[in-house]
T-cell receptor
Framework: AQSVTQLDSQVPVFEEAPVELRCNYS??????LFWYVQYPNQGLQLLLK??????LVKGINGFEAEFNKSQTSFHLRKPSVHISDTAEYFC????????????FGDGTTLTVKP | EAGVAQSPRYKIIEKRQSVAFWCNPI?????LYWYQQILGQGPKLLIQ????????DSQLPKDRFSAERLKGVDSTLKIQPAKLEDSAVYLC???????????????FGQGTRLTVV
């Protein structure tokens, strides 16, 4: 079985500061990893994904994430956040490249303050 | 292109009543998913369709939940009878993927927020 743990339920940060949202997973087989963003009353939008290749993955809105197999982590980072980044962020893991069939973490609420 | 459409956006019902949600996926998407997202938790997959066939419904509480995708396009999810713990957002998603093919992204609708009182 696979599981995802998002280590911080809430992350407050000031505008233009860097941010890291932490995600750890457990799985006995190879996995594929995803980060989604959910704005209030909206569906989920894919930020980035790791399927294979380079462990540093760049996504939309200036976000990036690094896959670390030895630490079973896939932390999301952004060097300078904006007010508009305030949202819920979900890390997800899948046994295959089928992004829709994923196990999700419980989310991290990112609040960017002016 | 149009996204995944869901209706209604909000629904309030009393326990033991029935309710149905509708989803129209992106045109041409073979795979359709229904997720349940309880407040404070991540989405949990309920059922996956490939065209009009069920691929995975292992997490669907079949004593009260049912779903269909008769023509391989739009889908309905039904709850009968509803319980208080069914209060959640029900998300529909679709992807191009065909069985065995590489898939890169699932597109989500805005969801239906169900409140059972």
């Amino acid at each position: 079985a696979q599981s995802v743990t998002q280590l911080d339920s809430q992350v407050p940060v000031f505008e233009e500061a860097p941010v890291e949202l932490r995600c750890n997973y457990s799985s006995s087989v190879s996995v594929y990893l995803f980060w989604y963003v959910q704005y209030p009353n909206q569906g989920l939008q894919l930020l980035l994904k790791y399927l294979s290749g380079s462990t540093l993955v760049k996504g939309i809105n200036g976000f990036e994430a690094e896959f670390n197999k030895s630490q079973t982590s896939f932390h999301l980072r952004k060097p300078s956040v904006h007010i508009s980044d305030t949202a819920e962020y979900f890390c997800a893991v899948s046994f295959n490249t089928n992004a829709g069939k994923s196990t999700f973490g419980d989310g991290t609420t990112l609040t960017v303050k002016p | 292109e149009a996204g995944v459409a869901q209706s209604p956006r909000y629904k309030i019902i009393e326990k033991r009543q029935s309710v149905a949600f509708w989803c129209n996926p992106i045109s041409g998407h073979a795979t359709l998913y229904w997720y349940q997202q309880i407040l404070g938790q991540g989405p949990k997959l309920l059922i996956q369709f490939q065209n009009n066939g069920v691929v995975d419904d292992s997490q669907l509480p079949k004593d009260r939940f049912s779903a269909e995708r008769l023509k391989g396009v739009d889908s309905t999810l039904k709850i009968q009878p509803a319980k208080l713990e069914d209060s959640a957002v029900y998300l529909c998603a679709s992807s191009l993927a065909d069985r065995g093919a590489l898939n890169t992204e699932a597109f989500f609708g805005q969801g239906t927020r169900l409140t059972v009182v």
